[in-house]
């Protein structure tokens, strides 16, 4: 089965030239091994949220305790669904997740978690893209939530020219994508909701209020540094010279103020490498006036928006 062809560039694209850092780190930044951990779902219906992301997208199920089902591959977690059947859905223009991107180790497993969630979940296919950096298809989740599945090109085909990193949206068949990178074992494994490789969530893209306080927060409180801005409708973020681990838009949300409990986005999660380096993010947000809570594994803060971010040592 293919997907549905037809659709351009999704609307959250990047027509764009953007900057970014050489790799290397200052003082106050996160440590150049800084990656994303798993995200947090509020879900109403727990069931159908696994299937979508177990038989759909071709993710494990590695844990099911009551109320919380963990998805990953392997022993690493990606989504983590809540179950919250007493919350609401938030409004179209509330702050909050704007998509997980779930990034594949090869084009192979990428299109066969593509073919998967397309044949099973066809409805779901929102557009794809590719990004220069990158190749992506975007998905909306069955409770509204936004899904990317990527695949990074090596990092030494990435176009640099004087400290510049060169990002675009051009159109890419989805149909065609299949054809070149589905094998038939592939097909078969996604046929029966098996994944291939290995996937992490390469970065997460919020739904906030304003560009300025978002910058405010990311980067000269929490230690990203900037490698995209379009103005005052989106901010792209990294550690260690990647395109973004994180970016916030505007594009439906602007003016947004604190969200309120609801279905949808949880907790955003972000791994530095060692235990000196989450003592040293706590000791700068404190600096900052960051409320924050530290259980001795995790700290935890809200951003201006109420999305809370939860950082843990990797080691």
Same mark, same amino acid.
């Given at each position: 089965? $293919? #997907?549905?062809?037809?659709?351009?560039?999704?609307?959250?694209? %990047?027509?764009?030239?953007?900057?970014?850092?050489?790799?290397?780190?200052?003082? +106050? &930044?996160?440590?150049?091994?800084?990656?994303?951990?798993a995200?947090?779902?509020?879900?109403?219906?727990?069931? /159908?949220?696994?299937?979508y992301?177990r038989d /759909?997208?071709?993710?494990? %199920?590695?844990?099911?305790?009551?109320?919380?089902?963990?998805?990953?591959?392997?022993?690493?977690p990606?989504?983590?669904?809540?179950?919250?059947?007493?919350l609401?859905?938030?409004?179209?223009?509330?702050? $909050? &997740?704007?998509?997980? *991107?779930?990034?594949?180790?090869?084009?192979?497993?990428?299109?066969?978690?593509?073919?998967? #969630? *397309?044949?099973?979940?066809?409805?779901?296919?929102?557009?794809?893209?590719?990004?220069?950096?990158?190749?992506?298809? !975007?998905?909306?989740?069955?409770?509204?939530?936004? =899904?990317?599945? !990527?695949?990074?090109?090596?990092?030494?085909?990435?176009?640099?020219?004087?400290?510049?990193?060169?990002?675009?949206?051009? !159109?890419?068949?989805?149909?065609?994508?299949?054809?070149?990178?589905?094998?038939?074992?592939?097909?078969?494994? *996604?046929?029966?909701?098996t994944?291939l +490789?290995?996937?992490? #969530? $390469?970065?997460?893209? @919020?739904? =906030?209020?304003?560009?300025?306080?978002?910058?405010?927060f990311?980067?000269?409180?929490?230690?990203?540094?900037?490698?995209?801005?379009?103005?005052?409708?989106?901010?792209?973020?990294?550690?260690?010279?990647?395109?973004?681990?994180?970016?916030?838009?505007?594009w439906?949300?602007?003016?947004?103020?604190?969200?309120? @409990?609801? %279905? $949808? &986005?949880?907790?955003?999660?972000?791994v530095?490498p060692?235990?000196?380096?989450?003592?040293?993010?706590?000791?700068?947000?404190?600096? !900052?006036?960051?409320?924050?809570?530290?259980?001795?594994? #995790?700290? *935890?803060?809200?951003?201006?928006?109420?999305? &809370?971010?939860?950082?843990?040592?990797?080691?």
């Open positions: 089965m $293919g #997907v549905s062809s037809g659709i351009g560039a999704p609307e959250h694209a %990047l027509p764009l030239v953007v900057t970014t850092t050489n790799g290397t780190r200052g003082p +106050g &930044l996160l440590a150049a091994d800084t990656g994303m951990g995200v947090t779902l509020r879900v109403g219906d727990l069931d /159908g949220m696994i299937r992301y /759909g997208v071709t993710l494990e %199920l590695l844990s099911h305790d009551g109320a919380i089902a963990v998805l990953g591959r392997g022993s690493t990606i989504v983590i669904l809540e179950h919250a059947p007493e609401q859905h938030a409004g179209p223009r509330s702050a $909050g &997740l704007f998509h997980t *991107a779930i990034l594949f180790d090869t084009r192979e497993a990428l299109a066969t978690a593509i073919y998967s #969630v *397309a044949s099973k979940h066809p409805g779901t296919f929102t557009g794809s893209a590719d990004h220069l950096v990158s190749e992506a298809f !975007y998905f909306t989740d069955p409770e509204g939530n936004g =899904v990317e599945l !990527y695949f990074d090109r090596d990092r030494s085909q990435w176009s640099w020219t004087h400290g510049t990193i060169e990002m675009a949206t051009m !159109y890419l068949d989805p149909n065609a994508y299949l054809r070149e990178h589905l094998s038939e074992g592939a097909a078969d494994a *996604a046929a029966s909701g994944g +490789g290995d996937a992490i #969530v $390469g970065h997460v893209h @919020l739904s =906030v209020g304003d560009i300025a306080s978002a910058r405010e990311y980067v000269d409180r929490l230690g990203f540094e900037t490698t995209a801005s379009l103005g005052t409708s989106a901010l792209f973020v990294s550690a260690g010279g990647y395109h973004h681990h994180m970016a916030m838009n505007t439906n949300s602007a003016g947004a103020g604190k969200r309120r @409990l609801a %279905l $949808g &986005l949880g907790r955003v999660e972000i530095v060692t235990s000196d380096d989450l003592g040293e993010l706590g000791e700068r947000m404190s600096h !900052y006036g960051v409320a924050t809570r530290d259980d001795g594994r #995790v700290l *935890a803060f809200e951003d201006p928006w109420s999305n &809370l971010v939860a950082a843990r040592a990797g080691a």
